[in-house]
């Protein structure tokens, strides 16, 4: 991490809005759907525990992957609001970032942004952070598992061969 990036920038400050807080960003793994356009966001809020920013409330992104590892730090995260490093300055991340800390904070948007806490799989305990996978407890290899086992015999091949394709078509994420 380069010194420079930790420089802030931006600072999305209730206090300078006038907000009065009513809720709490509290540490945990969220995914944040934009109902309208259909995208997502994955954010991942820790206390840095080493190291020279110990103590101190990170924001992170999700950015590959791998839904327990591909993070990027994003910002702190302070009582009064968020404040972004230097090198996100991008501005679809600030919106983005904002966008999230009203959602959580401010209990504003509900009706656009749906946000779902992270869970583990009922099969195998990994990390779920798609929507789909939290609302339904599994992720879509055991769910597929699942739904194979239930097949009578001679239906699972054909069922292999259908979720190879479909996972060929769709380069299926590897996130749960
Ligand atoms: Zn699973």
């Not at 206090?15 to 009513?22: E, M, Q, S, T, V």
């Not at 944040?32 to 991942?44: A, I, L, P, Y």
């Not at 910002?75 to 600030?94: A, Y």
């Not at 598992?145 to 015999?153: A, D, G, I, K, Q």
């Amino acid at each position: 991490m380069v010194l420079d990036d930790l420089i802030p920038t931006d600072v999305l400050q209730d206090a300078l809005d006038g907000k009065g807080r009513i809720g709490r960003l509290f540490n945990g793994i969220y995914t944040m759907t934009d109902t309208v356009t259909g995208e997502r966001w994955t954010f991942k809020v820790t206390t840095a525990k080493r190291g020279g920013l110990a103590g101190r409330r990170i924001i992170a992104m999700l950015t590959g992957p791998r839904n327990t590892d591909d993070y990027q730090g994003v910002g702190f995260v302070n009582d009064d609001g968020i404040v972004l490093w230097r090198r996100c300055q991008d501005s679809g991340i600030k919106l983005i970032v904002a966008a999230f800390w009203d959602r959580m904070v401010h209990d504003e948007n509900a009706d656009r942004f749906h946000v779902d806490e992270a869970s583990t799989c009922i099969c195998c305990n990994r990390l779920l952070t798609v929507p789909e996978s939290i609302q339904t407890g599994i992720g879509p290899i055991c769910a597929d598992r699942l739904m194979e086992s239930r097949l009578p015999e001679e239906q699972r091949a054909k069922f292999r061969k259908m979720r190879r394709l479909r996972a060929q078509l769709m380069q299926l994420e590897e996130v749960e």
